[in-house]
C-alpha cells in the first residue's frame, strides 16, 4: 500500500503537500480578484501594473537575504511565517475592497508586504522538499506538489471569477487569507531532525558569497538564468494586459476565469505526465518544455477568437508543468543540500529580477503602442529566448540521478 502512495506515504511530504493544495487554491481565486478589483477602482492597466510590480520588487529585493535565512533556520517554520504575513495582508486587502474603502496607493503596500513575505517562497521550499521525502521519490514529489498547485489553481481562478463576476473581488481575497491560515497549520506539525550540516553560521555576507560560487559552479543553471530572466520580462505583460483585453474584448472577468482555469488543467495534465517520464538529460527536457511559455500571450495579441486563447493557456500550463517539474529535480539533485536556498535565491534572483520592471513597462509600453502591439511583441520574445537556450551546452550534460520509480 505505501508503494502505492509514492511520496505521499512519507508523513512529513503529506503535510507539505496538503499545505501546498490549500495555498494553492487560494492563490487561483485571488490571482483574478486582485486584478478586476484593481480596475474596479481605476480601468487602467497601468493602475494593475502598479500593485503587481510592487509585489513583485519586494520579493525581488528580499530574495538574496532569504536564501541565507532559510538555510539557517528550519525551513519549513521559515513557511510559517511566510503564511503568516500573507494571509494577514490578503486580508486587510479583502477587507478594504468589501468596504469600499481600497485605493490604489493602500492595495500597493499591501502587495509591497505581501511580496516580502513571498520572496522567501522560492529559496525555502526548494531547500525543504529533499529534507521531507527519500531521494528515489523526489521527482514523484516534485510532480506531485506541481500537480495539486495546478489542479486546485485551475478551480480557484474560476471560483475567483465567478466571486469577481458577481461583484465580490474582496470575499475572494478573503478566501485566500482562510488558506494561508490552514496552510500556516499544516506546516507546523511537520517535523525535521536537525540538520546534519548544522554549522555555527558564518557572517552573513561571507555565507552570501559561497552561495554564489556554488551558483557560478552549477553553470547549467548560471548560463541560462539571462535567458529565463529576458523570457519573464517579456511573460510578465500577461498578469497585466489580460485582463484589460479579455475585459474589452471577451466578456471580462468570467473570461479571464476561463483562460486561467485552462492553464490549469493543462498544468494537471502536465503534472500526470511529469509523475511518469524519466528523461535521462532531464534538464535539457526541462528547457524544451518551456517553449510554450508565452503562447497564450501571443495568441491574445492577435485577437483570435477565445477558444484559441484557451487552448494556448492549456499548452502554457502543460509545458510549464513538466518545464518546472525537471527543473526543481534536476536542481536538488545536483546542489548540495546545505547550499540549496543560497543558491536558488540566485537562480530567483536571475530569474524574476526584471518582472517588476516588465509589469510595470507593460502597461506604460501599451498606452504608447496599444495593448494589442504590445501583447504580441512580448509573445514573440518570450519564446524566441526560451528557444535559444538550446544553444546552451551545460543543459545536455546534466543527467538524472536515481531516477523514481513511476507512479
Avoid at 543560497?342 to 503602442?369: C, H, K, M, N, Q
Wanted: net charge positive; with cysteine.
Amino acid at each position: 500500500m505505501r508503494e502505492k502512495l509514492g511520496a505521499l506515504a512519507e508523513r512529513n511530504f503529506r503535510l507539505v503537500f496538503s499545505s501546498t493544495t490549500i495555498s494553492a487554491f487560494g492563490d487561483g481565486v485571488s490571482s483574478v480578484a486582485l486584478a478586476f478589483a484593481i480596475l474596479k477602482i481605476h480601468n487602467s492597466p497601468v493602475a494593475v501594473g502598479v500593485v503587481i510590480a510592487a509585489r513583485q520588487a519586494a520579493a525581488t529585493v528580499v530574495t538574496l537575504a532569504a536564501g541565507v535565512i532559510a538555510d539557517r533556520l528550519p525551513r519549513h517554520l521559515v513557511l510559517v511565517a511566510v503564511a503568516g504575513v500573507q494571509g494577514a495582508t490578503q486580508a486587510a486587502a479583502g477587507a478594504l475592497v468589501l468596504s469600499g474603502r481600497a485605493t490604489v496607493p493602500a492595495l500597493a503596500g499591501l502587495a509591497l508586504l505581501y511580496g516580502v513575505a513571498d520572496g522567501f517562497v522560492i529559496p525555502t521550499s526548494q531547500g525543504l522538499i529533499p529534507s521531507i521525502v527519500s531521494a528515489s521519490r523526489l521527482q514523484q514529489a516534485n510532480a506531485l506538489l506541481g500537480l495539486t498547485r495546478s489542479l486546485l489553481g485551475m478551480l480557484g481562478p474560476t471560483i475567483g471569477g465567478v466571486l469577481t463576476a458577481l461583484g465580490s473581488p474582496g470575499a475572494a481575497l478573503e478566501v485566500d487569507a482562510a488558506t494561508f491560515v490552514i496552510a500556516a497549520a499544516l506546516l507546523l506539525r511537520v517535523a525535521i531532525p536537525p540538520r546534519a550540516d548544522t554549522v555555527v553560521p558564518e557572517r552573513f555576507f561571507t555565507e552570501l558569497r559561497s552561495g554564489w560560487t556554488e551558483f557560478k559552479r552549477q553553470t547549467w543553471i548560471s548560463h541560462t538564468f539571462v535567458f529565463f530572466m529576458l523570457g519573464n520580462f517579456f511573460g510578465s505583460s500577461w498578469g497585466v494586459l489580460g485582463p484589460y483585453l479579455v475585459k474589452q474584448h471577451y466578456n471580462g472577468a468570467l473570461s479571464w476565469g476561463f483562460i486561467g482555469g485552462a492553464s490549469g488543467v493543462g498544468a494537471v495534465v502536465g503534472g500526470l505526465v511529469a509523475l511518469r517520464i524519466k528523461p535521462r538529460r532531464i534538464v535539457l527536457a526541462s528547457c524544451l518544455w518551456s517553449i510554450l511559455y508565452g503562447l497564450p500571450t501571443l495568441i491574445l495579441g492577435l485577437l483570435l477568437p477565445l477558444p484559441l486563447v484557451i487552448a494556448g493557456a492549456f499548452l502554457q500550463g502543460f509545458g510549464l508543468a513538466l518545464h518546472l517539474t525537471l527543473w526543481f529535480t534536476a536542481f536538488q539533485q545536483q546542489v548540495p543540500e546545505e547550499a540549496l536556498s543560497r543558491v536558488s535565491s540566485y537562480d530567483a534572483i536571475g530569474s524574476f529580477t526584471l518582472i517588476p520592471l516588465g509589469t510595470a513597462a507593460a502597461g506604460l509600453v501599451a498606452g504608447v503602442i496599444g495593448a494589442r502591439a504590445t501583447l504580441l511583441a512580448a509573445g514573440a520574445s518570450a519564446m524566441t529566448l526560451n528557444v535559444l537556450i538550446l544553444f546552451v551546452r551545460s543543459i545536455y550534460r546534466i543527467e538524472s540521478v536515481g531516477a523514481p520509480e513511476a507512479a
